[in-house]
């Protein structure tokens, strides 16, 4: 059961010694990468110690439609826990990729859950804290486990221009806002009933809770699938924590994309292959890059 529920990359380590003279081989890796279109997120111990920043007053679940390839889509789920002084946006998708390798036993109810969450994607940070005032955003690492970069900023202040449009969603009557924020087009539907500046990623600051957003190209689309009010704690794990800025975070994302042989290869002792065929993947392999930010 466990295995059904490893991430998309199957791996097999394979150490060698030459008994000749000469250099031994350690640690050689091989990967069966069986979506060449996606990247394998690495996973963190959710065993960890952690601190307890916050618990929710709200909790609401979002969809995350995102483009992976010209014509296609995947969904993957995310959840933001709203608390008095801090929130949690994060990635249900990562959270559940993170408990499968403890858990042995699995209810049906539990998987049903466990495979609508989706698959994990890199160019939408897997936790985000708010303080109001900064942003931490932290993101897993292909191929590292227990280890998040991270980069913090100020919380944007977006320029929203109110439209005149209303409909409902999921039973609240919601306005229509549309602003240009981090080189996209975007157009957010906010509900005044649920008095909450806040909302799905980076986007806030509307007198009410953002329930949907798409960005003008079709690439992204968040949408609220439930909502409830109850307590759990927001908690920061102790994990590995590498510093860096955003421009380097989004420099390491695109190459990740473009170039992810001379990315993760380690100078070729990481040798990929295409599950589909066992044709190796070298400098030619691309992966389509549509990018959060722009």
């Known amino acids: 059961m466990k295995q059904i529920l490893t991430t998309i990359l199957a791996s097999v380590a394979i150490s060698t010694a030459v008994a000749q003279s000469g250099p031994t081989i350690i640690g050689r890796s091989m990967f069966a990468w069986s979506h060449t279109d996606r990247l394998m997120i690495g996973m963190c111990d959710i065993q960890a110690d952690y601190e307890v920043l ?107 221009k109110l439209t005149n449009q209303t409909q409902e969603i999921c039973g609240y009557l919601c306005s229509s806002a549309e602003a240009t924020f981090g080189g996209r087009v975007w157009r957010v539907w906010f509900t005044p009933e649920i008095p909450i500046s806040s909302g799905p990623w980076l986007l806030g600051g509307l007198p009410g809770m953002i329930l949907l957003a798409e960005d003008a190209d079709g690439d992204f689309r968040f949408e609220m699938e439930g909502i409830s009010q109850r307590n759990e704690e927001i908690r920061l794990y102790d994990w590995s924590v590498q510093k860096l800025t955003k421009s380097k975070w989004l420099k390491y994302e695109k190459n990740a994309h473009l170039n992810p042989y001379s990315q993760f290869s380690q100078g070729g002792q990481i040798k990929f292959f295409n599950s589909n065929d066992m044709s190796e993947l070298k400098d030619e392999w691309e992966i389509e890059y549509y990018p959060l930010y722009r």
Do not use: C
Not at 64 to 73: E, G, K
Not at 112 to 128: D, K, N, Q, R
């Open 54 to 160: 916050d618990s929710s007053k709200l909790i609401v679940d979002y969809k995350v439609s995102y483009r992976s390839s010209h014509d296609s889509y995947l969904d993957v789920r995310y959840r933001l826990l709203y608390g008095e002084h801090t929130s949690l946006f994060y990635s249900v998708a990562q959270q559940n990729e993170n408990m499968a390798r403890y858990k042995n036993g699995w209810t049906d109810e539990e998987l049903e859950e466990f495979y609508a969450a989706g698959t994990p994607t890199l160019v939408i940070p897997t936790e985000i804290y708010s303080t109001g005032k900064e942003v931490r955003i932290r993101h897993n690492i292909p191929f590292a486990d227990n280890v998040m970069y991270e980069y913090r900023e100020p919380v944007a202040r977006i320029e929203w």
